[in-house]
Each structure stands twice: as structure tokens, then as C-alpha cells.
């Protein structure tokens, strides 16, 4: 069982920058691949950043590639999306996802609002 805990989100300006942070309990984050995904009012839930256990790959949906950046540290158990050149379109709110290597069990955290204005 792993529990997620997010943090970091806000109100800023487009243009601004904001870092996300999920806190994982458990003792085998080490071995989860971690991502983060968001839901904007009105829509679907949709993908947004991942990294793997193993290699540490990184993978960004199109629409953030380059203006954001995840990482993580394994000794703190936490993950971050380095949010820069925000958008408006990018106001959703943004969940942790942690998924074990074997792609059997997922979990989700309970999101942080984000929010950017014009």
C-alpha cells in the first residue's frame, strides 16, 4: 500500500512558475514508477509527466514538454513537477500517481489545485 500526499499548488500568473511535490509513504518507492496527471473542470483526466524506477526516464505529454520537469528523490520518498511558463490552460487540478513495477497496483493521490491567470 502506498499513500501520496501532494503539495505546492496555487494561484499564479501566467508566466510563473510553481513546483508540485508528492510525499510516498513505504519503504519500496524506490521500485514505483511515479508520474503526475490532471483534470481540468469539464474534462477527462489526462497524463502529464512520468518517471520510472529503474532508469529514471522521463516521459512529458506534448502539451508541457519543455516547460516542465519531474524528478524525484528516492531518500525522501517525493516527487516533483517543476512547473515553469504556465499557461491558463494549465489550471486543473494535479494528481500523483504511483504505479508498482509490475504495473498491478496503482495509487492516486488527492490532488493540489493549480491555477493560472491571465
Known amino acids: 500500500q502506498v499513500h501520496l500526499v501532494e503539495s505546492g499548488g496555487g494561484l499564479v500568473q501566467a508566466g510563473g512558475s510553481l513546483r508540485l511535490s508528492c510525499a510516498a509513504s513505504?519503504?519500496?518507492?524506490?521500485?514505483?514508477?511515479m508520474g503526475w496527471f490532471r483534470q481540468a473542470p469539464g474534462k477527462e483526466r489526462e497524463f502529464v509527466a512520468t518517471?520510472?524506477?529503474?532508469?529514471?526516464?522521463?516521459y512529458y505529454a506534448d502539451s508541457v514538454k519543455g516547460r516542465f520537469t519531474i524528478s524525484r528523490d528516492n531518500a525522501k520518498n517525493t516527487v516533483y513537477l517543476q512547473m515553469n511558463s504556465l499557461k491558463p490552460e494549465d489550471t486543473a487540478v494535479y494528481y500523483c500517481?504511483?504505479?508498482?513495477?509490475?504495473?498491478?497496483?496503482?495509487?492516486w493521490g488527492q490532488g493540489t489545485q493549480v491555477t493560472v491567470s491571465s
Open positions: 513505504g519503504r519500496t518507492f524506490s521500485t514505483y514508477n
Open positions: 500517481h504511483a504505479q508498482d513495477r509490475s504495473r498491478s497496483y496503482n495509487y
Open positions: 518517471i520510472t524506477w529503474s532508469l529514471g526516464s522521463t
